[in-house]
């Protein structure tokens, strides 16, 4: 379930009323002003000007009363750098603005919300019907690209190429470009000054999967190709990985280490994480 919270205008508050009146419901909490509820969402209005929207719609209707119009936008956002096992996936994705529609049926949010079977029954569809982008850093060249950069200078690195991408593909970036922020404006741009293209016009922003469905987008397209990617490491090594960092993945590392030799590790994992140095 989906959660936003926002500090709204007086003027964008009575359109909030006006355009959800006919869904007004009494409450009896002395700090909400107004209290909406339908299928699958509920708006909260409080008397401090926050506006709280909950339930399964909440991401579509909330994103339509940030301060920040949503119209034609573009996302990105990053699966798999905290996992030991598996690559690097990174999304960035275009949505017209006839397509939130789409994304609100599919009850497309930040893929961390979602299960693993909700990420791939709904992603072929935004693959097939977005206008996207996709990186995938491989376990052995992320760990060779590690050697000289730290795991930021990476992410920003496939950001940016997921981005240039678009443009390579054709596609006209909007205005409204968003990166989920890993590192602050200045020090993301000085990760790229070797690079030989440079995307410039973004946003940056905390969150940004729980605020713009572009993100979201991308969140769930990154997840789906991490999966797909897990699922064919394990059929190619005949044995499991658990997703994470924790003892189970621990107990796969050594595993594999029995089975393939430890120094083999370097193929499905990330070697500078703790679990590696645990490996017997």
Do not use: W
Request: some cysteine; overall charge positive; glycine content about 4%.
């Amino acid at each position: 379930m989906s959660n936003i919270s926002l500090k709204l205008s007086k003027e964008k508050i009575e359109q909030l009323k006006n355009t959800f009146k006919a869904d007004i419901k009494p409450n009896k909490n002395e700090y909400i002003d107004t209290f909406i509820q339908r299928d699958k969402l509920t708006i909260s209005i409080y008397t401090s000007g926050k506006v709280v929207f909950q339930g399964e719609d909440a991401l579509f209707y909330g994103s339509a009363y940030l301060d920040k119009k949503i119209v034609r936008q573009a996302g990105s956002d990053e699966v798999g750098t905290g996992d030991f096992f598996g690559p690097v996936c990174v999304c960035a994705c275009i949505v017209e603005e006839e397509q939130f529609p789409l994304l609100d049926k599919l009850g497309v949010t930040d893929s961390k919300q979602l299960t693993d079977d909700k990420i791939v029954k709904i992603a072929p569809t935004l693959m097939k019907e977005l206008k996207h982008s996709l990186c995938i850093l491989d376990n052995e060249k992320y760990n060779r690209a590690h050697e000289k950069y730290n795991l930021n200078a990476i992410k920003a690195k496939l950001h940016n190429q997921a981005y240039i991408n678009l443009l390579h593909k054709g596609y006209s970036i909007p205005k409204a470009a968003y990166v989920d922020e890993f590192a602050a404006k200045p020090l993301y741009f000085k990760y790229l000054m070797d690079d030989k293209e440079v995307y410039h016009d973004l946003t940056f922003e905390t969150k940004a999967e729980s605020k713009y469905p572009a993100v979201a987008a991308a969140s769930c397209i990154a997840r789906y190709a991490f999966i797909k990617k897990m699922e064919e490491m394990e059929a190619k090594y005949k044995m499991s990985f658990h997703k994470g960092a924790g003892d189970d993945v621990n107990k796969d590392a050594n595993a594999f280490a029995a089975k393939y030799g430890k120094n083999r590790l370097n193929e499905v994992s990330k070697t500078h994480f703790k679990n590696y140095e645990l490996v017997k």
